[in-house]
């Protein structure tokens, strides 16, 4: 287990922000709440308390295991693996990050400000939770008003804010997003997410993405891909803790 791939974990959820650093504004004060989905949008977002996912991470050549768990609205815990033996752990709530990196004996808590220092990625709670989940992801102001578009079985979800076209398909027949793009065109920076093998959630019976493909194209250099695949997902199952202490002897990082 690396440093590296505790930010592969992050990078599936965050690589969005960088393709403009003028998306959100980074602060220690708590993410605002996410912008109610228009009514002309025909996309539905998976509806949990508690969701526990297991499977694997890949980016390039590295990969491992991960254990997510998603209180909605509230907390973001990761968990990741090699061999059977933990090596990170990511804590996230609406105002705060917690990373503990076991392989160098270190951790940082602070706020969302850790995030873009590491990723060089400004972002925020809900745009963690949309990414991880595939559901819509909202404009980050109300004022911004979506362009939606069918096109037999797609429709397509267009709107433009701090310099960034963000499209959204949706699949109407499951109702559920299949692709997001984001490009930032003064960059040439541009971000796509496929999300496919859908299978219903076993209690909700709700569509769920089980495989997640990021490509991350940043200017003319060669693009990232990131491929996060679950082998399970329980939603509701029960109560989950997320557990998450430092031991005695690990250094802080600022």
């Given amino acids: 287990m690396s440093n590296r791939l505790l930010l592969v974990l992050l990078s599936a959820t965050l690589m969005l ?45 590295q990969s491992g295991n991960i254990n997510v768990r998603i209180r909605k609205d509230s907390v973001i815990w990761i968990s990741a693996s090699l061999i059977g033996v933990e090596g990170g752990r990511i804590y996230i709530t609406r105002d705060s990050v917690q990373v503990l990196d076991k392989l160098h004996r270190e951790y940082y808590a602070g706020d ?12 925020n709670f809900d745009m963690l939770q949309a990414l991880l989940l595939g559901n819509y992801l909202a404009p980050l102001s109300a004022t911004t ?53 859908f299978r219903p959630l076993e209690r909700t019976a709700q569509p769920f993405a089980h495989s997640s493909l990021v490509q991350v194209q940043q200017g003319q250099a060669a693009p990232s891909t990131l491929t996060i695949t679950y082998r399970s997902i329980d939603v509701d199952k029960e109560r989950l803790q997320f557990p998450f202490s430092v031991p005695k002897g690990y250094a802080r990082k600022k």
């Fill in 112 to 123: 969302f400000a850790y995030l873009s220092k590491r990723l060089n990625v400004p972002v």
């Fill in 17 to 61: 922000g960088s393709c403009n650093r003028k998306l959100l504004s980074i602060g220690s004060k708590a993410s605002k709440p996410t912008v109610p989905m228009p009514e002309s949008v025909r996309a539905a977002n998976v509806d949990f308390r508690f969701l526990a996912a297991k499977g694997k991470a890949q980016f390039d050549q």
């Fill in 145 to 197: 008003q979506p362009t939606v578009t069918t096109e037999g079985p797609v429709q397509r979800v267009n709107y433009e804010q701090a310099g960034l076209l963000v499209q959204q398909l949706v699949n109407l027949e499951r109702g559920r997003i299949q692709q997001l793009q984001v490009q930032a065109p003064a960059s040439e920076n541009k971000l796509t997410v496929d999300y496919s093998d």
